[in-house]
């Protein structure tokens, strides 16, 4: 008769001591003491638990089975609960207790495994070669708490959603073809020879007629397919958050979304975030140049043009002649002493990848403003120290 699991491998603690236990799951590792006794990790999803064979008391078949046992073989061991005699492990949840086993049975004997599931000998393997034995690597305790983490903001986003009135509809993946930003992963069609179904983007229109339909309040964390180049934040197929309101406002928007991002916070990480400041689009782009600005750094921009036309640094006047010029500046503290000469050239060519000219720069001491161009500040010095 096979054992059947009674309790996860995480799952053990001081109080099921004396309590009989089938555990099923991977022998994470073997130790043979050579004093009769032999000692099995056995790992699953939620943890590990300390196996004990004494091979004095043991039948003869479960000493022979123990003494064969290698990493990775898949069993289900029975036995008794008890605390640990030479002490608690305090790097296992489970390290209070130990299970005496009496009874084991091997459901799946393992070949020599090209590679073994353990976090710390993943970072000397190269990621082609766990890609290449992913059942083995996803094996590995932080792969299965990214899944399990997954998991959970998965089930968090669909409770918030359904309190909030929403409904989460699924919609297709073999559609006609919608011009939008990147070109479409493409299907052909056994039915229609010569004709290709899409993949989708993103259910843009789908949720548009969902809105004209009337559902009202429409959610799906939904895959989307895009046949474009890979970047930091992008690949091939990805999954995000859709959805759609009607008969709502702004403020109604950031009200739901702020919700959201408030209670992953907090019930996934247990930070308490507070209030999320809420900031206008014209605010962001004037202060930080950029409509996602991060404000932990505390970097802002200040609107210097009408400073800078009092000066005759070419590079002002020539920005300030264009259609809508603008001059601004960025106060970086404590930069006239941590700001080498070498850093401040640096960017100055860095933000020419972004379109710009470059990046005039001046240092700020106890003397005033040197370096860079602080010859052309004079008409303005004590004005610009002020504004910034």
């Known amino acids: 008769m096979k054992l059947k699991r009674t309790h996860m491998c995480g799952q053990l603690r001081a109080p099921d001591a004396g309590k009989s236990a089938i555990l099923a799951g991977w022998v994470n590792t073997y130790r043979d003491q050579g004093k009769g006794l032999i000692f099995i990790d056995i790992r699953d999803r939620t943890g590990l638990t300390q196996i004990v064979f004494d091979l004095e008391d043991a039948s003869p078949e479960v000493v022979e089975t123990a003494k064969a046992l290698r990493r990775e073989d898949v069993i289900a061991v ?92 699924e919609t297709p993946f073999l559609i006609k073809t919608t011009p939008e930003g990147a070109r479409d992963f493409i299907v052909p069609s056994r039915l229609y020879p010569g004709q290709w179904y899409a993949l989708p983007q993103s259910p843009q229109i789908f949720k548009q007629i969902l809105m004209v339909g009337g559902c009202d309040r429409y959610m799906q964390i939904v895959r989307c397919f895009r046949d474009e180049d890979p970047r930091a934040d992008r690949q091939a197929e990805f999954t995000q958050i859709d959805l759609e309101m009607s008969f709502v406002d702004r403020d109604d928007v950031i009200e739901i979304m702020s919700g959201f991002v408030t209670k992953v916070w907090n019930d996934m990480l247990d930070i308490q975030i507070g209030e999320i400041p809420v900031m206008n689009y014209h605010d962001a782009m004037e202060r930080y140049g950029i409509d996602r600005p991060d404000l932990r750094f505390d970097l802002e921009l200040t609107d210097i043009s009408d400073l800078a036309a009092k000066t005759d640094f070419k590079v002002f006047t020539d920005a300030l002649a264009k ?58 010095a004590d004005e610009l120290k002020d504004r910034l």
Do not use: C, W
Request: glycine share 8%.
């Open 78 to 169: 029975s036995g008794e609960v008890r605390n640990r005699v030479a002490g608690t492990n305090p790097k296992l949840a489970t390290g209070d207790i130990e299970l005496m086993a009496i009874d084991i049975e091997i459901l799946n004997k393992t070949e020599n495994p090209p590679i073994l599931p353990d976090d710390y000998e993943a970072s000397k393997i190269a990621e082609e070669k766990r890609l290449q034995y992913r059942y083995i690597d996803l094996r590995r305790p932080r792969m299965q708490e990214i899944l399990r983490t997954r998991h959970t903001l998965t089930r968090l986003t669909r409770d918030y959603f359904d309190d909030h009135d929403f409904l989460e509809i």
């Open 323 to 380: 259609p809508r010029g603008t001059v601004k500046a960025m106060r970086v503290p404590g930069g006239a002493e941590k700001m080498s000469r070498k850093v401040t050239d640096g960017y100055s060519e860095y933000v020419k990848t972004f379109g710009a000219g470059g990046a005039p720069t001046v240092k700020f001491t106890s003397n005033g403003f040197e370096t860079g161009i602080a010859k052309f500040l004079g008409p303005v």
